[in-house]
């Protein structure tokens, strides 16, 4: 059975520093597809990233770095430098070839980045 | 390029009556899902259409239902309104159904039954 659980219900941290998402994922499927979104208090959620599971190279896209590990079958989120603007709830998903468009959600994880 | 839209962006209801809510995709988009999302329980998927068949269909009673027009665009019924129905409702767009195409978010219809 697909499932994702995200350990960290909140965090706290003040701005500028580093923080660390934790994303770990349960699947049966040898092709699946790994995201992480952005729901800001706005509630649109904003696509950030997507992983194939052929593809465990870690990412980096300015602050934001992505850790892919199937091994502990994680997927990690890095913010470098955190900024008041970072602060959001973040949510890791998962697909699996055989389901298609059938995302399942983590429960997410809301960041405060306080001034 | 315009995102995903959904209308209305907020609705009152009353137990037992029904309700439509409506989603235009990303032009070139033709899948779309349905989620559920709620404080108890997050997001939970609906269903998905894509080429005006419903395709996957979520853990859901058969008051919920959906449907696809020839243009991509969806809409989603609830019939026999319960006060735990009351969520934010999203539809997101993607290019294609296979599960590897990122979705594309609208910004949702908040809906409370009272």
Known sequence: AQ????????????????????????TRDTTYYLFWYKQPPSG??????????FDEQNEISGRYSWNFQKSTSSFNFTITASQVVDSAVYFCALSEESYGQNFVFGPGTRLSVLP | ?????????????????????????????????????T???????LFEYFSETQRNKGNFPGRFSGRQFSNSRSEMNV??????????????????RLGGYEQYFGPGT???VT
């Open chain 2, 79 to 96: 019939s026999t309104l319960e006060l735990g129905d009351s969520a934010l409702y999203l539809c997101a767009s993607s290019r294609d």
């Open chain 2, 39 to 45: 404080p108890g329980q997050g997001l939970q998927f």
């Open chain 1, 44 to 53: 649109e959620l904003v696509f950030l990233i997507r992983r194939n599971s």
């Open chain 2, 1 to 37: 390029k315009a995102g995903v839209t959904q209308t209305p962006r907020y609705l009152i209801k009353t137990r037992g009556q029904q309700v439509t809510l409506s989603c235009s995709p990303i032009s070139g988009h033709r899948s779309v899902s349905w989620y559920q999302q």
């Open chain 2, 110 to 112: 908040r809906l409370t």
């Open chain 1, 3 to 26: 499932k994702v659980t995200q350990a960290q219900t909140e965090i706290s941290v003040v701005e500028k520093e580093d923080v660390t998402l934790d994303c770990v994922y349960e």
